[in-house]
């Protein structure tokens, strides 16, 4: 029998179609309270790094307008043209609070055109006179040096600002107790596995118990899963030194390392040995990467105190032979 009579058989089989064997599945979490999940994916804090992913292109070009200098006051005068009274106020707010230097600025450079526009018959206070102006038209404090004034900078403390998360019925719907990643909502992720690194991301700074599953594309009445295993629990990082200040020294430094992670908490408390008394710094709230990388820093940190107290002990006996102290 030839290989192609084989096949042929195999899809009569199966109904003619060797694409039905290709079944598609949806990433789907089963956490343990479904509230605390909600809330978690609610919170921009948890994303960490990641939610600069879901930034709006335009939001940030309007708010920050141009990469390119040259261009920002060309792009200020356009955005004020555009902007409705309260938006305008809005905008007035934002640059009085930002630059206020500027702002009293601005109030010199436009005293006399608004007592003009007074004299005109026009009644009001500076910020209307200031929305009549068409945008070329502004005080150049107001917009300042390449729209300086105008745009705010893009800090990473602003861009955090229009930052976004996900939200429901747009990239998750919740069915069954679960939160369910259907492919054919937006995955501003763009693939399952990335999906699935930030979700853990967001859950595991939340500090909420979840499981990942898979769920058969379509199928959401009696759904197949294939289950995979919760994430061990992470054990305490503790490190015993010999002094509250070396303690605090040690924490700083793991810190650093970790970055902003908001579960993440460091607890120094005193631990009597014998008749010494010590400090213990005891690290919770990480994962078990973070936790990795942070134990060869401690490690290392005890080997210097411990290398710094022999040298020291080592130079005591030798000014002690030489008779230099008693």
Do not use: C, H
Not at 23 to 31: E, G, H, Q, S, T
Not at 287 to 313: M, V
Request: hydrophobic share 35%.
């Amino acid at each position: 029998m030839k290989l192609t009579d084989i096949l042929r058989e195999i899809e009569d089989e199966e109904g003619g179609d060797q694409k039905q064997l290709r079944v598609k599945y949806d990433l789907a979490i089963d956490p343990e309270s479904l509230d605390d999940a909600l809330k978690a994916l609610d919170n921009i804090e948890n994303y960490g790094i990641y939610a600069q992913n879901m930034r709006d292109p335009k939001a940030i070009a309007k708010a920050f307008g141009p990469s390119i200098p040259a261009q920002k006051a060309g792009a200020a005068w356009k955005d004020w043209d555009s902007r409705s009274e309260d938006e305008k106020a809005f905008k007035l707010i934002d640059i009085k609070n930002r630059v206020p230097q500027a702002w009293t600025a601005t109030e010199k450079e436009a005293e006399a055109g608004y007592e003009k526009w007074q004299a005109e018959g026009n009644d009001g206070s500076l910020n209307d006179y200031l929305f009549s102006l068409p945008g070329k038209s502004l005080p150049k404090e107001l917009v300042g040096r390449y729209g300086a004034n105008y745009f705010p900078m893009k800090t990473p403390a602003n861009l955090k600002k229009y930052a976004g998360k996900l939200e429901k019925d747009v990239n998750y719907k919740v069915e069954d107790g679960k939160i369910i990643f259907p492919s054919s909502m937006e995955n501003p992720f763009n693939t399952k596995a990335y999906l699935e690194k930030v979700l853990k991301t967001v859950f595991d700074n939340a500090g909420v118990g979840y499981t990942v599953i898979s769920i058969e594309a379509g199928d959401t009445e009696t759904p197949q899963t294939i289950e995979k295993p919760k994430a061990e629990e992470v054990p305490p990082l503790s490190t015993t030194v010999n002094t509250a200040d070396q303690a605090d020294k040690l924490r700083k430094q793991l810190q650093a390392k970790l970055g902003d992670v908001p579960n993440a908490k460091f607890e120094i408390s005193p631990v009597d040995e014998g008749e010494e008394r010590k400090y213990k710094l005891v690290v919770t709230g990480i994962t078990a990467s973070q936790r990795a990388a942070l134990q060869p820093i401690a490690f290392d940190f005890k080997t210097k105190l411990k290398e710094s107290l022999d040298f020291d002990f080592e130079r005591y006996q030798m000014l002690r032979r030489a008779g230099i102290i008693k």
